[in-house]
């Protein structure tokens, strides 16, 4: 009797667990659905300020006007390559929360790998951590974060994360650090993200999709053309102010398809330990059958024995 028990507590153990993961992998499951609405509504964004850079520079990227323009913007203007001793900042976007798999081992382990390169070349690693897992990670093994974000999860308000880039570009602009690094993931898919580390700073509107094309124009009477916008109070202003939001919108793309990526493996994992657990049950189930059927027969084996002693 005690063995049937103890496997009956165990089978409902089992099943309570089975409720919470497959809740958690329902909640996971809602979380990408925001995420994906949230990143196609930051490309739109992003998409739209890229189209207004031509405006903004009165000519298309790459011709000699762009150039003398962005000579004047600490955030893209060109640098020469860093020289040993400088200073590199590494952004590291990692979880608040656990039970994702291996999403924050894998973006850690790449972390480690590039601090050791760039120690290797010279360089001096500092970080900027987002995420509980990460900043728990670095203290555990005495690494100083520059500058540390705990509060980040699928409701970050762009506003938040500006908040952090400024303190970044701050320290670039101010030639603290000679660049700034990405360290995220990038949702390939459900099943598969890829760890990349991509350089931000000094910010390439190039990479971050900018069109070729020049300033937009409308034809007026007699054939000639003039430009569709006019710009206020000056393009150097109106760079200033368009530029660090690009960049700040460029990093809160990734920070939101890292995060996509840590719900998709969220999900993965819950998924997994759900049917684990079911596995379990019926396993647990089958042995109790057996259990009880064992305990049945010996107990019938024991009457039928005492009631054959009886009669003798």
Request: proline share 4%; charged share 20%; glycine share 6%.
């Amino acid at each position: 009797m005690a063995k049937t028990r103890e496997i009956r507590k165990r089978i409902v153990s089992v099943r309570n667990i089975h409720k919470i993961t497959h809740t958690m992998e329902r909640v996971a499951q809602s979380k990408v659905v925001k995420l994906n609405t949230r990143i196609a509504a930051a490309r739109a964004f992003r998409s739209d300020l890229a189209r207004l850079l031509p405006e903004a520079l009165g000519a298309a990227l790459g011709t000699s006007q762009a150039h003398e323009a962005f000579a004047a913007i600490p955030l893209v203007a060109p640098r020469a390559a860093p020289a040993p001793g400088s200073r590199i900042m590494l952004f590291v976007v990692t979880s608040s929360r656990g039970l994702c798999g291996a999403y924050n081992a894998r973006v850690l382990q790449a972390t480690r790998a590039r601090m050791q390169d760039l120690s290797r070349a010279g360089m001096v690693p500092i970080l900027a951590v987002m995420g509980k897992k990460g900043l728990s990670y670095f203290r555990y093994h005495n690494q100083p974060v520059e500058i540390a974000m705990s509060d980040a999860d699928e409701n970050l308000p762009f506003a938040s994360l500006l908040e952090v880039f400024e303190q970044a570009a701050a320290l670039y602009t101010s030639r603290s650090v000679a660049a700034l690094e990405l360290v995220s993931t990038r949702y390939r898919t459900k099943a598969a993200q890829e760890v990349v580390i991509s350089k931000l700073l000094p910010f390439d509107f190039t990479a971050a999709g900018v069109p070729a094309a020049g300033p937009a124009t409308v034809r007026r009477g007699g054939g000639a053309e003039e430009a569709l916008y006019f710009v206020e109070p000056t393009r150097r202003d109106v760079l200033a102010a368009l530029v660090p939001l690009a960049a700040g919108v460029e990093l809160f793309c990734a920070v939101l398809e890292a995060m996509l990526g840590e719900q998709a493996q969220r999900s993965l994992a819950m998924r997994s330990a759900s049917d684990n657990a079911d596995s379990m049950t019926k396993k647990l189930t089958r042995t109790y059958n057996r259990a009880r059927q064992t305990q049945i027969t010996s107990e019938m084996i024991e009457i039928i024995s005492g009631s054959e002693g009886g009669r003798e």
